[in-house]
Structure formats: structure tokens, C-alpha cells
């Protein structure tokens, strides 16, 4: 474990690249050390925020009173039960190097997860996903520490309660498991997934293979600002800032025909829509904010909507107060317009002392 240290900005190690400092950092290459991390300050009653790639963090400027204990470890198991490949994966392993290692072995099960920033460890707590995969598809278990019970525990998929951007990991048992590894169930020589109909169309007609899919979806990622580039400030993002809305099926087709009676649609077009489990649907968050009459690029105190894509924020020199009021500005304009409550998607970190 490399020795702790005090009043460490938190922004250097957020894509957005904001935030305070944290009272306490440790960076730790070890599962014992993280345990032994997490534990002390446990003991202590110190608050413990676990920070991985960092790509799905909103940090307040105030910063987070507490121990911040960044997860670096690293190692990879494979075995084979037939032409499944069983992948376990230390939680601080990069997530996008994994998606190129398992093309490359012609592993089938992530490779529409291509270009998505972050660790390992974080996919299962928002049950990443992306172009018609989702981690929940390929997890077969979750290696825990149980700061609860003070025990290690297999989690398998089956108790993981995944959902769309949802696992227990994030709701029942928020804050109670200590991700060490995560352990996948990829297919051997399987196809690959192309089910998104943006994917489709842009692989063409040919047979697609695992390396064109991930390579198309790293194009498209990247024509919409989603693939993470220090060098490139319009992705100083944390990815899509909102969630697409679920509603029910007489909403959806009030929302739609709120959009005609604004102009937003013309003859012909319908509004991008998909049906969810139990009879739901499933609307696209950045159409809305875009037909609610936000521009893409709009720019306030440093606080962006991104010029490519309406649902991602971008930090253009601002701080995490700016970025917030313009995340309420955009849920405003779409309450407004359409009468749908948009969900931030990025956790929230240092938030619960009453400022920002
Ligand atoms: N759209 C607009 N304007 C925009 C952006 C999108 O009209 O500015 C329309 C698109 O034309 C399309 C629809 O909205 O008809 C959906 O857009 P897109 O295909 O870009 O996907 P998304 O629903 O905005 C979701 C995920 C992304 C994931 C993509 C591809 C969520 C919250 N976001 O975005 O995940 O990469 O699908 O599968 O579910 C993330 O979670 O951080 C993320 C990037």
C-alpha cells in the first residue's frame, strides 16, 4: 500500500477533471490492502469513497471528508469450460484494455463495450452498457468484501440485480461490498453481438467480425465525444449525464406528440423509442434534451453541453456548481417541454454535509 496522503484533489483523477480534495488518499495494488484500507477506516467511522477510473464521478467542490482509496490492482485468470472462457479480473484492471484482450482471443461477450473508460470493478455497480450489450449479459459472479459482515463473498450474477444502469451493488447494498474482482463468462470463437440498429447500419452487409465490431463501435463512440481523450477537452465528461427515461407506454406517446405540436417531428419521423420489459418504454435522454431547445455546445460558466452529443456535460473551465446548475437547467427545459423527469447518471460524491 503506498502511504497515505492528505488534501489530494480529487479532479486530476476524474474524467470530468473536478472536484475537491479528499482528506485522505491511498492508492492500493493489493486486495489485502484494499481490505485492510477499507477496514481501518471502518473502524475509525471515516467515510470511504473506492475510486476506480474515475469516469462516472461528480465530485463536490467542497471535496470528500473522508478516505479515498484508489483501486490499482491488477492480475488476470482464464479457464475454459468448453468454449466458455471463465475471465477473472482484479477490479482495478482497465475495462477497455480487457474488451481489446478478449477480441484479440476471439472471446465473444464485450465487444460492443469497446472505448468505455474506467475499471473493471465499477461495470457491475451500474451494470454497464452500451450498442445492445450489457455487463449483466457476461458477469458470472462478483468477488466481495463485505464490510457488513467482515467476510469475503462470491456474488453470484443471480443476486447481482441487474437492471438498465442498475445493480444491487448501487441499490440494496449500496456502500456495503468492496469489489475485488469480477469474474466473466465469455464465448470462444462466438459471434458478435449487433443488435443496436446504429451498429448495423455502420457495419454494412458484410459478416461482421468481433474486431469490426469493436472497431465500429470506437468509431461511433468517438463521433460522439464518448471516448475519453486527455488531449481532447470535449470529452471531459463522465459519458451520458443523464439516463435514458422509462415510462410508461401512454406517456411515451404523450411525449411524442408533445414533440409534433412543437415542430420537433416532422411527417413521417417518429421519435426514437424502445420497448422495456413489462411493457414500458425506453426514451432517448439526448433527443429529448436537444428537442427541449438545448443547444448542443450551449456553455455556461464553464459548464457545457457537448457539441456532439446533447446528453453528455462537459467541463470547459468551469466548476462542479457549474456543472450542476446547468445539469438542472437541461432537466427543466425537458420537464418543461415534455413533461419527463431526467435522473443524473454519474454518482455524486461529497454531497452530504449540506454544500457543493
Ligand atoms: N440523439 C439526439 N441528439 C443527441 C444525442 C442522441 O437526437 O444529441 C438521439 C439519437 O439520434 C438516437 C437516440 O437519441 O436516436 C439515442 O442516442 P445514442 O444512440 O447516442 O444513445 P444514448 O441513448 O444517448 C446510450 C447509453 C450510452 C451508450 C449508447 C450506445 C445511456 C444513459 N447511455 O446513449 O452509454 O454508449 O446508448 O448504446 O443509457 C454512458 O452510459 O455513459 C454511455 C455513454
Known sequence: MGAPRTNVSLAAHTTLGLGGPARTFVEVETDDALVEAVREADAAGASVLLLGGGSNLVVADAGFDGLVVRVATRGRAV??????AVVRLAAGEPWDAFVAWSVAEGLAGVECLAGIP???????????GAYGQEVADVVRSVSVWDRRDRVHREVPASECAFGYRDSVFKGAARGRYVVLAVTFALRRGGPPSVRYGELQRALGEAPPTLAAVRTTVLALRRAKGMVWDPND????????FFTNPVVTATQAVEVERRARAMGALR???SMPQWRVDGGSVKLAAGWLVERAGVAKGWTVDGAGVSRV???ALVNRGGTTASLLAMAAAVQAKVREAFGVELAME?????FDRGHS
Not at 118 to 128: E, F, L, R
Open 79 to 84: 479457464s475454459s469450460e468448453g468454449d466458455v
Open 118 to 128: 474506467g475499471t473493471v470493478g465499477a461495470t457491475p455497480m451500474q451494470n454497464v
Open 233 to 240: 477537452p470535449e470529452t471531459r465528461s463522465a459519458g451520458s
Open 267 to 269: 411527417d413521417g419521423d
Open 309 to 311: 452529443h446533447a446528453l
Open 346 to 350: 454519474p454518482e455524486r460524491v461529497g
